[in-house]
Protein backbone atom coordinates (compact mmCIF):
# COMPACT_ATOMS: atom_id res chain seq x y z
CA UNK A 1 0.00 0.00 0.00
CA UNK A 2 1.73 3.37 -1.42
CA UNK A 3 -0.66 5.70 -0.30
CA UNK A 4 -4.39 5.71 1.57
CA UNK A 5 -7.27 7.81 2.65
CA UNK A 6 -9.68 7.55 5.28
CA UNK A 7 -11.72 9.10 7.86
CA UNK A 8 -9.95 9.75 11.06
CA UNK A 9 -10.28 11.39 14.49
CA UNK A 10 -7.47 13.39 15.95
CA UNK A 11 -6.49 11.56 19.18
CA UNK A 12 -3.31 13.43 20.41
CA UNK A 13 -0.26 14.77 19.04
CA UNK A 14 3.25 15.41 19.91
CA UNK A 15 6.50 17.06 18.72
CA UNK A 16 9.01 15.24 16.08
CA UNK A 17 11.11 18.39 15.78
CA UNK A 18 11.12 21.97 14.82
CA UNK A 19 8.68 22.02 12.47
CA UNK A 20 6.86 18.53 12.41
CA UNK A 21 4.38 16.94 14.22
CA UNK A 22 3.37 13.36 14.93
CA UNK A 23 -0.66 13.23 15.00
CA UNK A 24 -2.08 9.51 16.47
CA UNK A 25 -5.45 9.46 14.91
CA UNK A 26 -8.33 6.51 15.31
CA UNK A 27 -9.36 5.77 11.38
CA UNK A 28 -12.46 4.33 10.38
CA UNK A 29 -10.55 1.53 8.66
CA UNK A 30 -7.31 0.52 10.70
CA UNK A 31 -7.97 1.82 14.08
CA UNK A 32 -5.55 3.71 15.74
CA UNK A 33 -2.51 4.74 13.33
CA UNK A 34 0.08 7.44 13.47
CA UNK A 35 1.33 10.04 10.95
CA UNK A 36 3.79 12.62 10.34
CA UNK A 37 1.99 16.43 9.70
CA UNK A 38 5.24 17.69 8.36
CA UNK A 39 5.37 21.62 7.99
CA UNK A 40 2.69 21.50 10.40
CA UNK A 41 3.88 24.47 12.95
CA UNK A 42 4.37 26.96 9.90
CA UNK A 43 1.46 29.48 10.00
CA UNK A 44 1.40 28.64 6.44
CA UNK A 45 0.68 25.10 6.76
CA UNK A 46 -1.94 23.59 4.97
CA UNK A 47 -2.66 21.11 7.74
CA UNK A 48 -2.60 23.47 10.11
CA UNK A 49 -5.65 23.78 12.35
CA UNK A 50 -6.60 20.76 11.16
CA UNK A 51 -4.48 18.19 13.03
CA UNK A 52 -5.11 19.59 16.64
CA UNK A 53 -6.55 16.78 18.87
CA UNK A 54 -10.39 16.72 18.30
CA UNK A 55 -10.81 17.35 14.78
CA UNK A 56 -12.56 14.94 12.57
CA UNK A 57 -10.48 14.78 9.18
CA UNK A 58 -10.66 12.50 5.72
CA UNK A 59 -6.53 11.70 5.17
CA UNK A 60 -5.16 10.90 2.71
CA UNK A 61 -1.28 9.65 3.54
CA UNK A 62 1.69 8.26 1.68
CA UNK A 63 2.93 4.75 3.81
CA UNK A 64 6.38 4.83 4.62
CA UNK A 65 8.46 2.50 6.63
CA UNK A 66 8.55 3.34 9.91
CA UNK A 67 5.88 6.68 10.19
CA UNK A 68 3.46 7.01 7.13
CA UNK A 69 3.10 11.10 6.22
CA UNK A 70 -0.16 13.16 6.21
CA UNK A 71 0.01 14.83 2.97
CA UNK A 72 -3.86 16.17 2.90
CA UNK A 73 -6.52 16.70 5.31
CA UNK A 74 -10.13 18.17 5.19
CA UNK A 75 -12.32 18.35 7.89
CA UNK A 76 -15.46 16.60 8.24
CA UNK A 77 -16.16 18.19 11.57
CA UNK A 78 -13.80 20.55 14.07
CA UNK A 79 -16.02 19.80 17.12
CA UNK A 80 -15.46 23.85 17.91
CA UNK A 81 -18.13 23.97 20.29
CA UNK A 82 -16.56 21.40 22.73
CA UNK A 83 -13.67 23.53 23.25
CA UNK A 84 -14.74 26.37 25.10
CA UNK A 85 -16.55 24.79 27.71
CA UNK A 86 -14.21 23.04 30.49
CA UNK A 87 -16.43 20.34 31.50
CA UNK A 88 -17.17 19.17 27.74
CA UNK A 89 -12.89 19.64 26.82
CA UNK A 90 -12.27 17.32 29.85
CA UNK A 91 -15.01 14.71 29.21
CA UNK A 92 -13.98 14.26 25.54
CA UNK A 93 -9.68 13.90 26.66
CA UNK A 94 -10.75 11.27 28.49
CA UNK A 95 -12.82 9.53 25.56
CA UNK A 96 -10.05 9.81 23.35
CA UNK A 97 -7.48 8.97 26.00
CA UNK A 98 -9.32 5.56 26.56
CA UNK A 99 -8.99 5.28 22.80
CA UNK A 100 -5.34 5.63 22.95
CA UNK A 101 -4.56 2.94 25.91
CA UNK A 102 -6.86 0.59 24.62
CA UNK A 103 -6.74 0.43 21.24
CA UNK A 104 -4.57 -1.35 19.51
CA UNK A 105 -2.47 0.09 16.76
CA UNK A 106 -3.56 -0.90 12.86
CA UNK A 107 -6.30 -3.08 14.05
CA UNK A 108 -7.21 -5.70 11.11
CA UNK A 109 -10.81 -5.59 12.11
CA UNK A 110 -12.64 -3.58 9.80
CA UNK A 111 -15.81 -4.01 11.06
CA UNK A 112 -14.62 -3.28 14.63
CA UNK A 113 -12.49 -0.16 13.66
CA UNK A 114 -16.07 1.25 12.20
CA UNK A 115 -18.24 0.90 15.28
CA UNK A 116 -15.91 2.38 17.38
CA UNK A 117 -15.31 4.97 14.61
CA UNK A 118 -19.13 5.85 15.12
CA UNK A 119 -19.48 5.54 18.45
CA UNK A 120 -16.23 8.32 18.83
CA UNK A 121 -17.93 10.83 16.82
CA UNK A 122 -21.18 10.13 17.78
CA UNK A 123 -19.81 10.81 21.48
CA UNK A 124 -18.34 13.72 20.55
CA UNK A 125 -21.05 15.23 18.70
CA UNK A 126 -23.33 14.48 22.35
CA UNK A 127 -20.66 15.84 24.18
CA UNK A 128 -20.70 19.49 21.93
CA UNK A 129 -24.45 19.05 22.77
CA UNK A 130 -25.21 18.32 25.96
CA UNK A 131 -27.08 21.01 28.09
CA UNK A 132 -25.45 20.67 31.48
CA UNK A 133 -22.58 18.65 33.59
CA UNK A 134 -24.41 15.81 34.30
CA UNK A 135 -25.14 15.65 30.64
CA UNK A 136 -21.89 15.88 29.57
CA UNK A 137 -21.03 13.16 31.75
CA UNK A 138 -23.68 10.98 30.95
CA UNK A 139 -22.50 10.91 27.22
CA UNK A 140 -19.30 9.71 28.71
CA UNK A 141 -20.93 6.76 30.42
CA UNK A 142 -22.60 5.47 27.03
CA UNK A 143 -19.54 6.11 25.52
CA UNK A 144 -17.37 3.71 28.21
CA UNK A 145 -20.65 1.17 27.81
CA UNK A 146 -20.66 0.89 24.04
CA UNK A 147 -16.91 1.16 23.15
CA UNK A 148 -16.01 -1.90 26.17
CA UNK A 149 -18.90 -3.88 24.13
CA UNK A 150 -16.97 -3.27 21.00
CA UNK A 151 -13.75 -4.27 22.65
CA UNK A 152 -14.52 -7.20 23.70
CA UNK A 153 -15.12 -6.58 27.55
CA UNK A 154 -18.83 -5.72 27.68
CA UNK A 155 -20.55 -5.46 31.21
CA UNK A 156 -23.78 -7.24 32.40
CA UNK A 157 -26.07 -5.76 34.59
CA UNK A 158 -29.04 -7.80 34.33
CA UNK A 159 -28.14 -11.38 34.86
CA UNK A 160 -26.17 -12.96 37.83
CA UNK A 161 -22.89 -13.78 36.51
CA UNK A 162 -23.10 -17.26 38.93
CA UNK A 163 -26.78 -18.61 38.35
CA UNK A 164 -27.62 -16.60 35.61
CA UNK A 165 -30.80 -15.32 37.19
CA UNK A 166 -32.56 -11.82 37.55
CA UNK A 167 -31.69 -10.60 40.48
CA UNK A 168 -34.32 -8.48 42.10
CA UNK A 169 -32.83 -5.05 45.12
CA UNK A 170 -29.24 -4.15 45.66
CA UNK A 171 -26.62 -6.64 44.00
CA UNK A 172 -22.71 -6.43 44.33
CA UNK A 173 -21.12 -5.45 41.03
CA UNK A 174 -17.21 -6.64 40.49
CA UNK A 175 -14.79 -4.55 38.58
CA UNK A 176 -12.99 -7.81 38.03
CA UNK A 177 -15.25 -9.14 35.88
CA UNK A 178 -17.73 -6.59 34.89
CA UNK A 179 -20.79 -8.00 35.87
CA UNK A 180 -22.90 -8.96 39.07
CA UNK A 181 -23.38 -11.23 41.26
CA UNK A 182 -26.62 -11.93 43.60
CA UNK A 183 -27.97 -11.78 47.17
CA UNK A 184 -27.79 -15.76 46.91
CA UNK A 185 -24.32 -16.26 44.92
CA UNK A 186 -22.46 -13.54 47.02
CA UNK A 187 -20.51 -15.86 49.26
CA UNK A 188 -16.85 -15.74 48.48
CA UNK A 189 -17.28 -12.80 46.64
CA UNK A 190 -14.38 -9.69 46.99
CA UNK A 191 -13.39 -6.85 45.27
CA UNK A 192 -16.90 -5.68 44.97
CA UNK A 193 -19.75 -2.40 44.76
CA UNK A 194 -22.61 -2.61 46.05
CA UNK A 195 -25.46 -1.23 43.56
CA UNK A 196 -28.33 0.01 44.24
CA UNK A 197 -32.23 -1.18 42.33
CA UNK A 198 -32.24 1.78 41.10
CA UNK A 199 -28.86 2.47 39.98
CA UNK A 200 -29.05 -1.09 38.17
CA UNK A 201 -31.85 -0.25 36.15
CA UNK A 202 -30.27 3.08 34.80
CA UNK A 203 -26.74 1.05 33.63
CA UNK A 204 -29.33 -1.85 32.36
CA UNK A 205 -31.03 0.79 30.15
CA UNK A 206 -28.00 2.67 28.99
CA UNK A 207 -25.81 -0.62 28.03
CA UNK A 208 -29.13 -1.28 26.07
CA UNK A 209 -29.73 1.78 23.67
CA UNK A 210 -27.42 2.79 21.08
CA UNK A 211 -25.22 6.19 21.62
CA UNK A 212 -27.08 8.20 20.03
CA UNK A 213 -30.65 7.43 20.92
CA UNK A 214 -32.08 9.10 24.12
CA UNK A 215 -33.45 7.22 27.05
CA UNK A 216 -35.47 8.45 29.84
CA UNK A 217 -32.73 9.06 32.08
CA UNK A 218 -31.33 11.87 29.73
CA UNK A 219 -33.57 14.77 30.97
CA UNK A 220 -33.54 12.95 34.69
CA UNK A 221 -30.11 12.92 34.81
CA UNK A 222 -28.23 14.77 38.04
CA UNK A 223 -24.58 15.10 38.97
CA UNK A 224 -23.94 12.20 41.98
CA UNK A 225 -25.56 9.76 39.59
CA UNK A 226 -23.68 10.75 36.44
CA UNK A 227 -20.75 11.32 38.55
CA UNK A 228 -21.04 7.97 40.83
CA UNK A 229 -21.24 5.57 37.68
CA UNK A 230 -18.97 7.23 35.31
CA UNK A 231 -15.90 6.70 38.28
CA UNK A 232 -17.63 2.84 38.52
CA UNK A 233 -16.86 2.21 34.81
CA UNK A 234 -13.59 4.30 34.71
CA UNK A 235 -12.56 1.72 37.44
CA UNK A 236 -13.58 -1.32 35.59
CA UNK A 237 -12.21 0.22 32.11
CA UNK A 238 -8.92 1.01 33.81
CA UNK A 239 -8.63 -2.47 35.39
CA UNK A 240 -9.63 -4.17 31.89
CA UNK A 241 -6.70 -2.19 29.95
CA UNK A 242 -3.58 -2.88 32.90
CA UNK A 243 -5.14 -7.18 32.54
CA UNK A 244 -4.69 -6.62 28.42
CA UNK A 245 -1.44 -4.71 28.65
CA UNK A 246 0.19 -7.25 30.78
CA UNK A 247 -1.52 -10.05 28.49
CA UNK A 248 -0.23 -8.42 25.51
CA UNK A 249 3.81 -8.03 27.15
CA UNK A 250 3.59 -11.97 28.00
CA UNK A 251 2.48 -12.85 24.19
CA UNK A 252 4.91 -10.22 23.09
CA UNK A 253 7.42 -12.29 25.26
CA UNK A 254 6.65 -15.67 24.69
CA UNK A 255 6.23 -15.21 20.86
CA UNK A 256 8.17 -17.88 18.85
CA UNK A 257 9.96 -15.69 16.00
ZN1 LIG B 1 -26.86 -15.69 41.50
Given at each position: M?SY????I?????P?S?????V????????????I?????N?????GA????L????????S??N?????????I????K?????D????AC??????N?F??????????????????????????????K??????AI???L??M????F????E?C????KK???????????GG???C?C?SG?????R????????L??????P?D????????I?DK??D????????????????K?????????T???
Amino acid sequence: MDSYTTDAINIKTYPLSENDNIVIMFSKDMGLIRGIAKGVKNPKSKLGARMQALVANRVFLNSKRNLDIIKEASAINPFNKLRYNLDKLTTACYVLEVINTFCNDENKDKEQNEAIYEVLYKTLENIQNSKNKAQTTLCAIKFQLAFMKLSGFGLEFERCLKCSKKPEGTVLFSLETGGITCCDCSSGTTNYTRLHEKLRDFLVTLNKTPVDKETKYDSLINDKVADGCFNLLKKYIELTSSKKSKAAIIMEATKVS
